[in-house]
Nanobody, 117 residues
Framework: QVQLVESGGGSVQAGESLTLSCAASGLAFGYYTMGWYRQVPGKERESAAVINSGGSKEYRPSVKGRFTITRDDDKNTVYLRMSSLKPEDTAVYYC???????????WGQGTQVTVSS
């Protein structure tokens, strides 16, 4: 059974930093692209950052230069370091894993990030 456990969300002031973690179990981590997605009420879920099994990264333009995604395949964990946070970064952040050959997806339960001005 695949399980994704997210942690690290919270409430911070603008300009501060947070690091999200997502620990995966029940899957062969090395075959998956890992991603962090976010959603605010009334809007579609959007990709914040993804990293594939080879370590290539993609960021949405609004977070590039402020967010850093990394993965530790030995710990089956993906991280999102968020710096210089802005109120518009406020959202529920979801961890997702996508198997690169079958496109099968698994999602975490989400963690709230709130940035106040």
């Amino acid at each position: 059974q695949v399980q994704l456990v997210e942690s690290g969300g919270g409430s911070v002031q603008a300009g501060e930093s947070l690091t999200l973690s997502c620990a995966a179990s029940g899957l062969a981590f090395g075959y998956y692209t890992m991603g962090w997605y976010r959603q605010v009420p009334g809007k579609e879920r959007e990709s914040a950052a993804v990293i594939n099994s080879g370590g290539s990264k993609e960021y949405r333009p609004s977070v590039k230069g402020r967010f850093t995604i990394t993965r530790d395949d030995d710990k089956n964990t993906v991280y999102l370091r968020m710096s210089s946070l802005k109120p518009e970064d406020t959202a529920v952040y979801y961890c997702a894993v996508i198997r690169e050959d079958t496109a099968q997806e698994y999602w975490g339960q989400g963690t709230q990030v709130t940035v106040s001005s």
